[in-house]
Nanobody, 119 residues
Framework: QVQLVESGGGLVQAGGSLRLSCAAS????????MGWYRQAPGKQRELVASITSGGSTNYADSVKGRFTISGDSAKNTVYLQMNSLKPEDTAVYYC?????????????WGQGTQVTVSS
């Protein structure tokens, strides 16, 4: 079982920055991967960025060059640095932790944090 607590969302003007944090209840590098997803009203939840236990990262095309995912094992925390924010980045952002076991992948989710970008 993994508990995830997000923080750092808020209201920001277009072009601004925010940093989201996701605190995990266990060592983040004991998990196969962690990531950030987002869901805008009326849209499906989509992957924004992910990082594996080996440190490999992956980004949605829409955020490449603007967002950076990183992890701090000492704090059991994963961050999403978001720069050059656009109104279309407005969504609820969810932290995800993935564990792969014999029976299949397990996914854990945080409660979500709202990010609103005004034009």
């Amino acid at each position: 079982q993994v508990q995830l607590v997000e923080s750092g969302g808020g209201l920001v003007q277009a072009g601004g920055s925010l940093r989201l944090s996701c605190a995990a209840s266990r060592n983040i590098f004991s998990l196969n991967a962690m990531g950030w997803y987002r869901q805008a009203p009326g849209k499906q939840r989509e992957l924004v960025a992910s990082i594996t236990s080996g440190g490999s990262t992956n980004y949605a095309d829409s955020v490449k060059g603007r967002f950076t995912i990183s992890g701090d094992s000492a704090k059991n925390t994963v961050y999403l640095q978001m720069n050059s924010l656009k109104p279309e980045d407005t969504a609820v952002y969810y932290c995800n932790a993935k564990m792969i076991i014999v029976a299949g992948p397990l996914n854990y989710w945080g409660q979500g944090t709202q990010v609103t970008v005004s034009s």
